[in-house]
Each structure stands twice: as structure tokens, then as C-alpha cells.
């Protein structure tokens, strides 16, 4: 009996290879790897215009997500610079003519972070959906986080119940509940009565109920 759970020849074999801006374009799911530095995003936006300058998408289709609202904002000046230059020095009429239509359309495509074109499905959803219309993504919940950790002590320490002084400090309490929005639906340090398996540390301050901060 082999020692090896999957021996190496009963796994099929990618279809791997050097991946090249000027070969026909992807038509299936792609995955390209490379490492830090070596030209992804590059790559991605001469990818995008490709698609608009040899297959004809409309701009208007397009949709482009990454991690973080600075590489967002990047990947949206690179693509539009792209698709300005290359109208300029097309020679091909219908091909430079499908670039400036692009550029000029460019507010209609999508290229965000993957929260916010969540945000924007479900805001497109409407009432089908069960959340607050308010909602709004927050670029740095730190601050919400102080805020939700000062009202809590100042609140508590008005109460009756926490006359005896089991408040924790403002710096614990932010952290913890730092910890919490980093673990959606998980209850840092809540009721006594929480179940224990739904904690993620043993609560020491029985007088105080933490609220649960969610992650978007």
C-alpha cells in the first residue's frame, strides 16, 4: 500500500503555462500567480482593455474587485490612462473608436473592493434584503470602536449594578471588541448567561454586556 495519500499520477495536471497578454483572450476561469512587484496589476488593466479594444465589451460590463479602496483606486487610474493612450495611437479605426467610447463611459464600469460590490448587490436587492438602508462601510472602524468601548464604560459606570467597580479599562475593553469584529456573530464577553462555547474568553466583569460588532 502506497504511503502516499494521492500518488502524483492519479491527479490530473493543470493546464499551466507563461501566461501572455498577446495570445488569444481568456475564455474560462483563469488564475494567474505571481509574486510581489512583478506586474499584476499590470497585467489586469491591459487585460481589461483588451477585452473592450479586441472583443468589443462595453465598459459598461466590466468588473474589476480587489482587496483594499487604494488598490481600487489605483487599478481605476491605470485602466483609464490605458484606455486613452491606446485610442490615441490605434490604427485600427473601429478598435480606436471602441477605446475612446470606453474612456469616456468609464464611470459605468465597475471596479471596486470586494465589500463594497457586495454592498452594491444588496443595495441593488432592496427590500429583499433585511438590512438597515443606513448601512454605510466604514474606511477605519477604530474609531467607531473607542467610541462603542467610552459609551459602554460611561454608561455602566452610572448604572447601579457596577457600584462596585468591576469596570475593565478603556484600552482592554477597545481591544476586545476589536476582537470581535474581526469574528462576526461571535460574542466576545456578553451576558453571564451566554452559553460557553459562544465565548471567545472566560468573562470577568459580570456586570457589563458587551454588544456584538459585526465585519463587513
Do not use: W
Amino acid at each position: 500500500m502506497s504511503d502516499q495519500l494521492f500518488p502524483p499520477d492519479s491527479l490530473a495536471q493543470p493546464n499551466v503555462g507563461v501566461f501572455s497578454l498577446d495570445e488569444a483572450l481568456p475564455r474560462s476561469s483563469t488564475l494567474i500567480e505571481a509574486s510581489a512587484g512583478t506586474g499584476k496589476t499590470f497585467t489586469l488593466t491591459h487585460l481589461a482593455a483588451n477585452f473592450i479594444e479586441r472583443d468589443a465589451l462595453p465598459i459598461s460590463q466590466l468588473l474589476l474587485v480587489t482587496y483594499t479602496r487604494a488598490a481600487a483606486g489605483e487599478l481605476r487610474d491605470r485602466l483609464r490612462r490605458v484606455l486613452r493612450e491606446r485610442a490615441e495611437t490605434s490604427t485600427d479605426n473601429d478598435a480606436g473608436m471602441r477605446l475612446r467610447i470606453a474612456a469616456e463611459e468609464f464611470d459605468t464600469a465597475t471596479i471596486t473592493t470586494i465589500h463594497g460590490f457586495c454592498q452594491q448587490v444588496l443595495t441593488t436587492l432592496g427590500v429583499n434584503v433585511p438590512l438597515d438602508p443606513a448601512m454605510k462601510l466604514l474606511a477605519d472602524e477604530e474609531t467607531l470602536i473607542t467610541q462603542i468601548a467610552a459609551d459602554l464604560l460611561a454608561g455602566q459606570a452610572l448604572a447601579e449594578s457596577t457600584a462596585d467597580g468591576q469596570l475593565p479599562k478603556l484600552a482592554k475593553l477597545t481591544e476586545a471588541i476589536r476582537m470581535g469584529s474581526t469574528h462576526p456573530g461571535i460574542v466576545v464577553a456578553g451576558h453571564p448567561d451566554e452559553p460557553e462555547h459562544n465565548r471567545l474568553a472566560p468573562v470577568s466583569y459580570t456586570h457589563l454586556t458587551l454588544p456584538t460588532i459585526y465585519s463587513v
